[in-house]
C-alpha cells in the first residue's frame, strides 16, 4: 500500500476558517483528513479492498499489453530481467496484500473502538 502525506490549508469546519490541515491519501484514494488547529480527524471510508481489488484486475487485464510493448522496445532488457521479475512476484505480490490487510485491520479497531 502507498501511502501519501500532504500538508495543505482547508477550511475548517469546527474552527471556522483556513487552517493547515494533513491529508492522506492510500493508494490513491482519499483516506483521512485532519485538522492541525482543533485536531478534528475526517475518515473517509472507502472500500479499500475494493479499491485495490478493481486496480489489481485492471492490471491483470493490461498485463498482455504492457510485457508486448516491453518486448519490442527492448529484447535483450526483456529477457534478462524475466527470470528476477518471475521469482520476485509472488513477494511483491505478498507485501502487497499484507499492506492491504493492515489498512482493513486498522479499519475494523477504529469502528470497535466507537461507541
Do not use: A, W
Not at 493508494?27 to 478534528?40: R, W
Not at 472507502?46 to 529484447?75: A, C, G, M, N, W
Request: some cysteine; proline content about 6%.
Amino acid at each position: 500500500m502507498i501511502e501519501n502525506k500532504f500538508e495543505t490549508e482547508l477550511y475548517c469546519i469546527d474552527c471556522l476558517g483556513q487552517s493547515p490541515h494533513t491529508v492522506i491519501y492510500v493508494n490513491d484514494v482519499l483516506y483521512k483528513v485532519t485538522c492541525e488547529s482543533c485536531g478534528k480527524e475526517h475518515v473517509i471510508k472507502p472500500d479499500l479492498p475494493k479499491e485495490i481489488y478493481s486496480r489489481y484486475v485492471d492490471r491483470i487485464l493490461s498485463k498482455p499489453k504492457r510485457i508486448t510493448k516491453e518486448f519490442r522496445e527492448d529484447l535483450s532488457h526483456f529477457l534478462s530481467s524475466l527470470p528476477f521479475r518471475l521469482l520476485s512476484k509472488p513477494y511483491r505480490t505478498y507485501n502487497e496484500l499484507r499492506g492491504i490487510f493492515r489498512y482493513v485491520h486498522k479499519d475494523s479497531s477504529r469502528n470497535q473502538k466507537r461507541p
